[in-house]
């Protein structure tokens, strides 16, 4: 069967979100705080990268909940905007060797290249399923190795709901507080 094509706003404006994702075989895997206080960086520091504002959020031990806005612009994502999402979702490092790839860049006249690297990273950012992509890797990473775990952590696709907003919007808040 194939899969169903996700409902997202596209174009400029504005769009809020209910994102779940649970555990592979419904696993109580967060239920020690260390685990829980890594998913909800892990979180906060994908939507700080993706530009997506976190309504609301919550980590159970075998899965979470998100309230998410996402507001998609007309304007380019500057390059010193660019580092610092990267240096908040890989560190400061990552981000200083990223400006000195691309002054390396421009330096041999690869302009182009430059601008091809910024387009691929502007792409993962104000979207809801490169933030949910993104935030997972970034969990995946630490707790498989401070858990020293193999396999899958998560069970298939996240699911999302388009809020509409009104009420909706309020009740799905108040719901995953």
């Not at 390059?79 to 908040?88: K, Q």
């Not at 060797?97 to 950012?125: N, P, T, Y």
Request: hydrophobic share 40%.
């Amino acid at each position: 069967m194939a899969r169903t094509t996700r409902l997202k706003r596209t174009g400029a404006g504005v769009a809020y979100y209910h994102l779940m994702s649970q555990t592979n075989d419904k696993k109580f895997l967060f239920e020690k705080g260390k685990m829980k206080t890594a998913l909800v960086d892990a979180l906060k520091r994908a939507a700080a990268f993706s530009g997506i504002i976190l309504e609301a959020y919550v980590g159970m031990n075998n899965h979470f909940h998100v309230v998410c806005k996402v507001v998609r612009g007309t304007d380019p994502i500057s390059e010193d905007e660019i580092l610092h999402r990267v240096a908040i979702l890989k560190g400061e490092r990552a981000a200083e060797e990223l400006a000195l790839r691309w002054k390396r860049f421009r330096s041999l006249g690869h302009d182009d290249m430059v601008e091809a690297e910024q387009k691929r990273l502007c792409d993962r950012m104000n979207d809801i399923s490169e933030f949910m992509k993104t935030f997972k890797e970034v969990f995946n990473i630490r707790f498989k190795r401070e858990r020293e775990y193999t396999g899958s952590i998560w069970s298939g696709r996240f699911k999302s709901t388009l809020i509409e907003g009104g009420r909706y919007l309020e009740v799905c808040r108040r719901y995953v507080y």
